[in-house]
């Protein structure tokens, strides 16, 4: 009989009356391992997928290819609740462990949640090397933790695999980590994968730490190609040739009105502007791959050399501009404590007086008011135009610059806010606005 050593990761196997009982009774000694006949291994189902291969092929390998992997129980059905600390401290107790465990508990409680530490239901328990998974996830399985929650295995499985380093499980289709492209026993986080330029093949290191919650683009470029011209070109007419589009599907809708895109254009000298000589078409989007993609707006279309593509690029963004150009008056201005705690002075008083809530309950303010001998219409909801005041626009790049965009978008959008817009203000884009100018309600009630 041919003895291999395997890890004890498979389903419980009688050894009662077989040759192997007499190991059962050294109960003294813990083994790591147990020992199988190759005729009982036909029946061991473990991850590596060693039943599959022929008994030649299997009697060859004289260490499974599961070493150095680790794995644990993983489990739904808990709380979902967000006293994380508190369920964890619960269910890594000495009670609630025998309760739900038994003799053999686990050593560590993996977890899952969301944002603001919110628990999703699903945990990994891991236990000590040498313990026999199959037992303790049928010990598991279907076990009553509370009145409401009832514990079953993650899709049926006894185990899953987990980072040799972190012990995160290696899954990322339901919350787990991206097992690395070094080591498949690692995750992406603990052992980041290289990455691989898509024009030369050469590996170059990661520039940031790996964040699993942040896309990742598929094709990269090292320096020297992410700067040349020319290696991305015959990568284009190369490795890309099979995508033959001679143009992009994607359906361009225009951001401005026809009188600003005009009024745009005369500001841009009347012409395309000429791409710079450090220009690459991998600069002009911000993944490769939408380049190779013919419905994208980014595409690059088949047979245009680079020069040819960073030219038509111009002149797509100049026939479509995506915003109005104002004047820079505003930094000449120095905003000072004063001048912002003023700016707001006016206009909370000037809200209160009104009854003023939101753009939607607006209370007793006026929606069409007089100025400079235009007519100014109240925007009806929230919006993405900004007041045209040059010490206004001066307070809002200030506090763009300080908060990232958060000013502009919780608080700006909300304002009171005039246009001279002829167009339909309700669907609160550019271009079904029109073209015109605006004044908040600070502002446009300024002496």
């Known amino acids: ?10 389903h419980k196997i009688n050894h009662s009356h077989n040759r192997l009982g007499k190991n059962k009774k050294k109960k003294k000694k813990k ?11 036909k029946k061991f189902e473990i991850p590596n997928g060693l039943r599959k291969h022929q008994k030649s092929n299997i009697l060859k390998r004289t260490m499974p290819s599961t070493l150095g992997k680790k794995f644990g129980v993983a489990v ?46 699903v945990a990994v328990f891991l236990f000590e090397e040498g313990v026999c998974l199959d037992g303790r996830g049928d010990a598991i399985n279907g076990g009553r933790l509370d009145k409401k929650h009832t514990i079953f295995l993650k899709e049926g499985k006894n185990y899953v695999q987990v980072c040799s380093s972190c012990s995160c499980p290696l899954d990322n289709d339901w919350g787990g980590c991206k097992p690395s492209g070094v080591d498949s026993n690692s995750c992406e ?3 980041p994968s290289p990455y691989i330029c898509c024009c030369c093949l050469s590996e170059f290191p990661r520039t940031e730490e790996y964040d699993e919650d942040c896309f990742e683009p598929d094709l990269y470029a090292c320096d020297t190609c992410q700067r040349d011209r020319s290696k991305q070109e015959e990568w284009r007419n190369t490795v890309c040739a099979d995508v033959k589009d001679t143009e992009s ?4 809708n225009l951001y401005l009105s026809d009188e600003a895109i005009e009024i745009e254009k ?20 911000y993944m490769i791959e939408e380049l190779i993609n013919p419905k994208s707006d980014h595409y690059w279309p088949y047979g245009m050399s680079a020069h040819e593509y960073l030219e038509y690029r111009q002149k797509k963004w100049y026939d479509n501009p995506m915003e109005e150009t104002t004047s820079g008056e505003w930094e000449e201005i120095d905003v000072t404590k004063e001048i912002i705690e003023d700016y707001w002075k006016r206009m909370t008083d000037l809200q209160e007086k009104y009854g003023f809530k939101s753009l939607k309950d607006p209370g007793d303010l006026p929606t069409i008011l007089e100025k400079d001998g235009h007519k100014h219409t109240l925007f009806p909801d929230i919006h993405g135009a900004t007041c045209d005041n040059v010490t206004c626009r001066a307070i809002n790049n200030l506090q763009g610059d300080l908060d990232g965009g958060g000013y502009a978008a919780l608080v700006l959008t909300g304002l009171p806010l005039y246009t001279t817009r002829k167009g339909d203000l309700s669907k609160g884009n550019a271009r079904d606005a029109g073209y015109g100018h605006e004044y908040c309600l600070a502002c446009i009630m300024k002496d």
């Open 189 to 191: 986080k603990c052992l």
């Open 1 to 10: 009989m041919v003895q291999i050593s395997i890890p004890c990761l498979g």
């Open 249 to 252: 599907s994607y359906v361009v």
């Open 266 to 285: 005369e500001i841009m000298g009347g012409e395309p502007r000429k791409p710079l000589e450090e220009d690459t078409p991998f600069m002009y989007s």
């Open 76 to 121: 739904v059905g808990l709380p979902v609740t967000e006293k994380f600390v508190k369920l964890r401290r619960f269910l890594t107790s000495e009670k609630t462990s025998v309760r739900l465990w038994g003799e053999i508990c686990p050593r560590e409680v993996i977890l899952f949640s969301q944002k603001w530490k919110e628990t999703t239901g």
């Open 31 to 41: 083994r790591t391992f147990f020992f199988y006949s190759s005729k009982e291994l």
